[in-house]
């Protein structure tokens, strides 16, 4: 079946503009979750949605970020005045259920800040 | 505050060797434990996971991992390895008592010689 799929997979922006990531979850996981990988670095949480509701956003690194899902499905990704320390590879992964289910993750969008 | 420490950077190993990557956790309350492995140009793929029970857990691809309490360790293991094994490992935890972020360790790069 489908996995987890993100767009777009490279977005290059220039320091100050606005950019939205988008991520589609496997149909019927309930649990979504947002992570930034720097190079040669580990994940770092971002944010936890259990449906449209985001539990856990203690990762979100400043007012700059945001994120929000569409009931069970689409969730989008935010960071407004982008700056060069926010390029990064985004993660989103999606689970069926929180606490002790496997993620699947998507592929990734590697964000380039200029 | 919750913490994963994976002390190498990189193990290089011979095929057909046992080989070990070391995984170390600190958590306020009791944890669920998680590796996951990347692969160049592949995105994260979940190997196994501790929730509760034996504390051998045995997962994808003949990997097997330890839950040592006492320890708070969570070492990744495979008998023999193979040159296909040649990736990125993230060791990764959960404090089950309570929130929904996973703390993922830096990685380690595991180098199987033919």
């Known amino acids: 079946g489908a996995g987890v799929s993100q767009s777009p997979s490279n977005k290059v922006t220039e320091k100050g503009k606005d950019v939205e990531l988008r991520c589609d979850p496997i149909s019927g996981h309930t649990a979504l979750y947002w992570y930034r990988q720097r190079l040669g670095q580990g994940l770092e949480f971002l944010i936890y949605?259990?449906?449209?509701?985001?539990?856990?956003k203690s990762g979100l690194p400043s007012d700059r970020f945001s994120a929000e899902r569409t009931g069970e499905s689409v969730s989008t990704l935010t960071i407004q005045r982008t700056q060069q320390e926010d390029s990064a590879v985004y993660l989103c992964a999606s689970s069926p259920a929180p606490v002790t289910d496997t993620q699947y993750f998507g592929p990734g969008t590697r964000l380039t800040v200029l | 505050a919750q913490s994963v420490a994976q002390p190498e950077d990189q193990v290089n190993v011979a095929e057909g060797n046992p080989l070990t990557v070391k995984c170390t956790y600190s958590v306020s309350g009791n944890p669920y434990l998680f590796w996951y492995v990347q692969y160049p140009n592949r995105g994260l793929q979940f190997l196994l996971k501790y929730i509760t029970g034996d504390n051998l857990v045995k997962g994808s691809y003949g990997f097997e991992a330890e839950f040592n309490k006492s320890q708070t360790s969570f070492h990744l293991k495979k008998p023999s390895a193979l040159v296909s094994d040649s990736a990125l490992y993230f060791c990764a935890v959960r404090d089950r008592t309570g929130g929904f972020k996973t703390i993922f360790g830096a990685g380690t790069r595991l180098f199987v010689k033919a």
């Open positions: 949605f259990q449906g449209n509701s985001a539990p856990d």
